[in-house]
């Protein structure tokens, strides 16, 4: 097969599907599904379970897999995106991460009590560093498939596609564990299983369209043996560079602080609605699904603002708006009787800057990076960046809703992050990329 031009149609669109086959794992194992499947199968004896001959509150072991996979990914993706851009062959390794990733959420299915509580924390773990692994890979061809001036709208196009995808899959699989009798279906535990299986053959299925059209090896690199070596030494090199990088690493700096917000408030909002505000599980639910729906056209419309004002404006319009979001749902009363409506809200008005602030976020930084062959290291420290928020902010969330007994005051902390990330940003020096 030929080689398709940088910013040819179907190469951007091939680009952008790898967004649709694995943002179903975000939504129905990292959001909805699972989480619920899990407490449900760990919930007797007060949710203490056995792990590694140490006891566990469900939640708590659930959440310190999670840390641990994100400080595996923070602490690989560097080494091995030094060795992809030295050898020229990340494609391979974004199709490593992406089998790592959809076989171990198959392999969730056989998860099935406490008994294989082993096969649910193991793959958990697994699955996640396929996910976050193979999106460092996937983000690092943004340069590459288009000219700089479309990166704001492929990005977007990415987060569209893969809000859409996962939507569709979610609606599937909760009428499924809804309505199990719909399915001939008499085993309650079943249907959520299932689901594991087809959001791991969905991820796996779809991303042969991205890796039929993505070029492998684009500046025909020809490494020599100790590989390993150089790929360490391509690291140094981009990690150097980075430090005389002022803009890039200013950017770096506020995506830190304002992805401890996003990304904290994305992965415990469930948990703030269920605890605080005594939301259900069904509206909970609900409201995942209008965050996702929303989000599609938040990508869209501030990918179009951004040409009009430039992403740094437009970035720091989607924080303030992220801090009143804060401030919002801090204001929340459970006793209001109409604080289902105002959970809705605040889950549309949630959705409407997130595919904002992921879209924008990616494009920026692609759009600040130097002339350079070594796109996957230099992504590689922004997901570094982005995981070590999701680290903190976590530890932050249930650090102070510990001490001080109530979730309000995480949610209110957070705003504060918002608010250094949008200060930040307001000393990046004007860029003609960036800026209007």
Known sequence: MSQLEKGNPKLINAWAFYDWANSVYSLVIATAVFPIYFESMTSDNEGIVRFLGTDFHNSTLLSYALSFSFLIVAFLSPILSGIADYTGNKKKFLQFFCYLGSLSVMALFFFESRETLWIGITFTILASIGFWGSIVFYNSYLPEIAPVEQHDRVSAKGF???YTGSVLLLAFNLVMVMKPELFGITN????ARISFLMVGIWWMGFAQVTFYHLPNNILHKKPEKDYI????KELLVVLKSLKAQASLKQFLTAFFLYSIGVQTIILLAGLYGKKELGIDTNKLIITILLIQIVAIFGAFLF????????????LKLTIAIWGLICFAAYLLDANNKYIDIQFYSLGATIGMVLGAIQSLSRSTYSKLLPET????TYFSFFDVTEKLAIVLGTFIFGFVGAISDSLKNSIFILAIFFLLGYIVLSFMKKNELISK
């Open 160 to 162: 569209m596609f893969g």
């Open 188 to 191: 309650e535990a079943l249907p």
């Open 229 to 232: 070596f150089k790929g360490f």
């Open 303 to 314: 990918s179009r603002i951004s040409e009009k004002i430039g992403n740094i404006k437009t």
């Open 373 to 376: 062959d070594d796109h996957a």
